[in-house]
């Protein structure tokens, strides 16, 4: 049995105990929906009986007692309930992980969608993006910033060195840490209401940072609290000395302040208070998980985290602040408690003044927060990766070599299921920069060039790589190998083709540049025989002159001459054979041209007229 076999199998046990635990949590839910509604009117039976035999003052304490059982009940309630919330998210994280594993795509949560340039040099080519997607694939981020900060990595076409070591040397810790990761997915997942949509943060960074009509309350607390003062004293002095009853003038001029300077600063109040507890769920829970967890065996990981364990400066220190904000806030919404507080003091200037305290503060440090979870989720996506797939992966060398190169043992492509995938070797450097890659239909030269693509992304995001063995140096990548035509903007095919194939040569010949990888399935398919072939000839060989590393894959066979004109080129291929009257491909790279073409087979075998061929 394979590793990955192994972790499989421990995952579908580990949804069976969740499935038996979850199954009696609901059965004592039930249970407990029922005793709830006995206790309860038990104790209104026993409070009613009470008040009939022994009158009011009886009843109070008759009734305070017969409804502890209730309150007990429905506290422990909560608890299984909250439990089972829990254990539900697990069962589907658990079950989410088994399609990752098995590539069951509609087991997936949807792709997440974001603005992709239409001239991306490779995002479309190697499938980062889309339904069937890496990204998809990949993505475990709840946060929607997170999903887009993985999007971002592996569509980025330089990458910074350091950026990537970094990330690749996080991640290695991270894919040994399961509790880790899951408790910090579990812990943002019980916060968000819609679990179907992921937590956006930027609203609350937009809020906080918002300008708030531009003046501070502080001028306006200090007067109306001066004044509020000076009536304490002025009405203190007409009940205790018999001095004039100056204190209604100046309460009079109090109340006229408060609602002319103050009710507009206030009257949102409440609404702030509510949208910013709404928001601080999220934090509070992934925040607190981070303060209290123990960076064992993870000192990366620690290091990324610091902005959330400097003392005094953690995140629950300034949501504690906020809840107290909160606490006063919430009890004013008595009207009558509420007028007599303002009344005597400016209850809501100073919580309204606190407030814009404590906004001021979160606006310094929330996006440093927000940046470390959203690079958590983003890290823990690519280590989620390597933990699905042992067995499969290496992590990947990158060095900053004189001259350009990639070679890999048994690279395998991560979007093709592990049963039906089938590995090559690849050596691409100086003494042979460039694969001609022929074959016939479907025998798999597409395939190969996006299996190179999609794993050299995967090492600059800084996760694993499916092969063997994986080493490059810094590269660009540009693709070649889905172009579509235009209507709206009015290109054919052909002319799209060579717009693409145009911008890839621009990007070769840029000196100031890293070197480029080029991936190029089928030149100038466009047009006629002929043409296709003057033209792809002449494009290969502007090919040669560049400083760059490349696979080339076609169908012209007349093109493997070129590799006897340029010691740059190096021919390769992938077979076929018709068994049993069945096409049969190995999907194996072979050393140099194809020596056979299947398309008049494939044409055959569907039961197309065939032309016989004359022999001389």
């Known amino acids: 049995m394979t590793e990955k076999a192994k972790q499989r199998q421990l995952l579908q046990h580990q949804l069976a105990r969740l499935e038996r635990r979850l199954a009696s949590l609901r059965q004592r839910s039930e249970q407990f929906s029922r005793w709830r509604l006995i206790l309860f009117a038990l104790g209104a039976l026993l409070s009613g009986i009470s008040f009939l035999q022994w009158g009011p003052i009886v009843w109070l304490g008759v009734t305070a007692v017969a409804f502890i059982p209730f309150i007990v009940s429905v506290a422990v309630h909560r608890r299984i309930d909250t439990a089972v919330t829990r254990f539900t998210i ?42 069937f997607s890496l990204h998809r694939l990949l993505d475990t981020a709840v946060s929607r910033e997170g999903s887009q900060r993985l999007h971002q990595w592996l569509l980025a076409q330089t990458p910074q060195t350091a950026d990537v070591l970094t990330r690749q040397a996080r991640v290695r810790e991270l894919a040994s840490q399961t509790r880790f990761r899951e408790r910090l997915a ?46 304490w004293l002025l009405y203190a002095g007409y009940q205790l000395w018999h001095w004039p009853p100056l204190w209604i003038g100046t309460i009079l001029l109090y109340g006229v302040l408060f609602i002319t300077l103050g009710f507009q600063r206030t009257s949102t109040l409440f609404s702030d208070i509510m949208f910013l507890s709404d928001r601080l769920r999220v934090l509070n ?14 000192p990366q ?42 009344a005597l003091m400016p209850w809501d200037i100073y919580f309204a003044y606190r407030l814009d305290q404590c906004r001021a503060d979160l606006a310094r440090q929330l996006p440093r927060w927000l940046d470390v979870w959203y690079e958590l989720e983003a890290l823990s996506s690519l280590a989620t990766f390597a933990y699905l797939n042992p067995g499969e992966w290496v992590w990947p060398k990158l060095t900053a070599a004189s001259s350009p190169a990639l070679t890999a043992a048994r690279l395998g492509h991560p979007l093709i299921p ?16 460039i694969y001609l890659i022929t074959g016939s239909n479907m025998a798999g030269k597409s395939s190969f060039l996006r299996t190179v693509g999609v794993n050299l992304v995967l090492a600059y995001a800084g996760g694993p790589t499916i092969a063997q063995s994986f080493s490059a140096s810094w590269l660009r990548l540009f693709a070649t190998i889905r172009v579509a035509d235009s209507l709206s903007d009015g290109f054919s095919f052909f002319y799209a083709e060579v717009r693409r194939l145009s911008q890839l040569l621009t990007a070769l010949e840029d000196e100031g540049e890293r070197p480029l990888l080029f991936l190029i399935d089928e030149i100038f398919r466009g047009t006629n025989n002929r043409e296709r072939l003057i033209g792809s000839r002449a494009y290969i060989q502007a090919l040669t002159q560049g400083n760059g590393l490349g696979a080339i894959a076609t169908h012209d066979l007349e093109l493997v001459q070129l590799a006897e004109e340029s010691p740059k080129l190096v021919n390769v291929h992938f077979r076929d054979d018709v068994v049993d009257g069945r096409m049969v491909f190995d999907y194996k790279l072979h050393p140099g041209p194809c020596p056979t073409t299947n398309a008049l087979k494939i044409m055959q075998l569907a039961g197309l007229p065939i032309e016989s061929q004359k022999t001389d």
Not at 285 to 298: D, N, P, Y
Not at 418 to 433: F, G, I, K, M
Request: hydrophobic share 45%; aromatic share 8%; with cysteine.
């Open 301 to 342: 990981v620690q290091q990324l985290c610091q902005p959330c364990l400097i003392a005094g400066e953690r995140p629950s220190a300034h949501i504690g602040r906020i809840q107290r904000v909160m606490t006063g806030v919430g009890l004013r919404q008595n009207w009558l408690l509420g007028f007599v507080l303002n």
């Open 90 to 131: 697990w069962q589907q994280m658990k079950q989410t992980h088994l399609a990752r594993m098995m590539l069951d795509w509609d087991g997936l949560p949807a792709p997440k969608s974001f603005p992709v340039a239409s001239d991306h040099p490779f995002a479309y080519d190697i499938d980062l993006v889309g339904e």
């Open 418 to 433: 592990s049963d039906q995938r089938v590995c090559n070797d690849l050596q691409l450097d100086a003494e042979q920069p």
């Open 285 to 298: 829970g992934v925040f607190a998980f981070l303060e209290q967890w123990r960076f064992r065996r993870m």
């Open 186 to 231: 579990l812990q943002a997942t019980l916060a968000v209401d819609n679990r179907s949509e992921q937590w956006a943060g930027q609203e609350l960074v937009d809020w906080l940072e918002a300008d708030n009509e531009g003046h501070s309350l502080r001028p306006l607390l200090i007067g109306l609290s001066g004044l509020a003062a000076l009536n």
